[in-house]
């Protein structure tokens, strides 16, 4: 995938991420009193929530997004910046130094963007195996797919995390302590 396509994807799942954060289909916030009318009050308090939580996102998962590529000119392309274990570190990152919270959405997105929507694999266990794995699915960065491929894997990956947020753990409050979980867990 290429520039403009790590980009819109961020970007795509930042906003996305936000109204998922933000909406709560359980609690009902925009429902008010006995006849059930969505309040104009609870509208623009979560309006305003949703928006908040964009622009927190946006910018960490847009740049760890972008991170990834940055061995087309340091190391070896899809393989140096392009693991698993590179994503681990961005996991444990905000556990062990209190910032970089949200970039290793961005990166996790990238892979799995990589792996779907282009020929070519990624090393995810480098630097210990060099092998190249890909998803069957792929199509060629510069074919005229490749926007629609984004946006259809930025549109899977967020049912995927809605469904998560709603019916598996919430993530606001699970990716802070997930962080801290997975960084208890490599004894960090
Ligand atoms: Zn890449």
Avoid at 67 to 77: E, K, L
Avoid at 94 to 116: E, K, R, S
Wanted: no cysteine; aromatic share 8%; proline share 5%.
């Amino acid at each position: 995938m290429n520039k403009d396509g790590h980009v819109l994807n961020g970007a795509l799942l930042a906003i996305g991420l936000g109204v998922i954060l933000s909406v709560d289909p359980t609690s009902g916030p925009l429902v008010g009193g006995e006849s059930g009318a969505v309040t104009l009050d609870a509208a623009a308090g979560l309006a305003g929530e949703t928006a908040v939580t964009v622009v927190e996102l946006s910018l960490p998962v847009v740049l760890g997004a972008l991170f990834p590529d940055v061995d087309t000119a340091f190391g070896r392309h899809r393989k140096t910046l392009h693991n698993l274990p590179v994503l681990a570190i961005f996991l444990a990152f905000p556990y062990v130094f209190g910032n970089l919270q949200f970039v290793w959405i961005g990166v996790a997105t990238h892979y799995l963007l990589d792996m779907v929507g282009s020929k070519r694999g990624i090393a995810l266990f480098y630097p210990f195996s060099p092998t190249e794995y890909n998803l069957p699915t792929g199509v060629a960065t510069s074919s005229e797919w490749a926007t629609k491929v984004t946006v259809a894997v930025t549109a899977m990956e967020l049912v995927v995390l809605a469904l998560v947020h709603n019916y598996v753990f919430a993530l606001d409050t699970s990716l802070a302590q997930a962080t801290n979980v997975i960084g208890t867990a490599v004894g960090l």
